[in-house]
T-cell receptor
Framework: KQEVTQIPAALSVPEGENLVLNCSFT??????LQWFRQDPGKGLTSLLL?????REQTSGRLNASLDKSSGRSTLYIAASQPGDSATYLC???????????FGKGTKLTVNP | GAVVSQHPSRVICKSGTSVKIECRSL??????MFWYRQFPKQSLMLMAT?????????EQGVEKDKFLINHASLTLSTLTVTSAHPEDSSFYIC????????????FGPGTRLTVL
């Protein structure tokens, strides 16, 4: 059974700092991995989707890497801004299915 | 593209009543829709998967007679919480995939259910 762990559970940084969020998963037989952002009381916004054949994906100040063999992914946020404050979730498929298994998320606070 | 909406965004009801939540794909045909539940400070947990025109597949531990799912069209799925109790209070989120967007799930904004 796929399990997803995200470390740290919470992170507080000053504005402008670069930071890394970590995600690990137990079953490396995945075909993709997604990073999402969730604002309080809101739904999910997809940030990046990495296919299993890719090692990283970039979107603006965000860069996500994937190391399938070690069961790890990182989300790098450059020059953080207060607007980046949210909970970041990673998710991977359960086995070869379309069902997603989510981590508990990392709650990020960027202080002005 | 790939917009998913949910209605209502927030609902408060009395214990014992039933509540229906709608999930719509606005600009694509969703052959598959998923329903998740999220308790405070917890992760999203998949409740069920529904394919258009067929019965939903429920995850282990989810009561199908309590959480009725209907996916009658390619753009609409509904979740009905029957005889709701306070422990059903949660954040319910749907997602959809299909058509041009068949390789990933797109999520709705969620529905906050509070049962008094």
């Amino acid at each position: 059974k796929q399990e997803v762990t995200q470390i740290p559970a919470a992170l507080s940084v000053p504005e402008g700092e670069n930071l890394v969020l970590n995600c690990s998963f137990t079953d490396s037989a995945i075909y993709n991995l997604q990073w999402f952002r969730q604002d309080p009381g809101k739904g999910l916004t997809s940030l990046l989707l990495i296919q299993s054949s890719q090692r990283e994906q970039t979107s603006g100040r965000l860069n996500a890497s994937l190391d399938k063999s070690s069961g790890r992914s990182t989300l790098y946020i450059a020059a953080s801004q207060p607007g980046d404050s949210a909970t970041y979730l990673c998710a991977v498929p359960q086995g070869g299915s379309e069902k997603l298994v989510f981590g508990k998320g990392t709650k990020l606070t960027v202080n002005p | 593209g790939a917009v998913v909406s949910q209605h209502p965004s927030r609902v408060i009801c009395k214990s014992g009543t039933s509540v229906k939540i709608e999930c719509r794909s606005l600009d694509f045909q969703a052959t598959t829709m998923f329903w998740y539940r999220q308790f405070p400070k917890q992760s999203l947990m998949l409740m069920a998967t529904s394919n258009e025109g067929s019965k939903a597949t429920y995850e282990q531990g989810v009561e199908k007679d309590k959480f009725l799912i209907n996916h009658a069209s390619l753009t609409l799925s509904t979740l009905t919480v029957t005889s709701a109790h306070p422990e059903d209070s949660s954040f319910y989120i749907c997602s959809a995939r299909g058509g041009w967007y068949n390789n990933e799930q797109f999520f709705g904004p969620g529905t906050r259910l509070t049962v008094l």
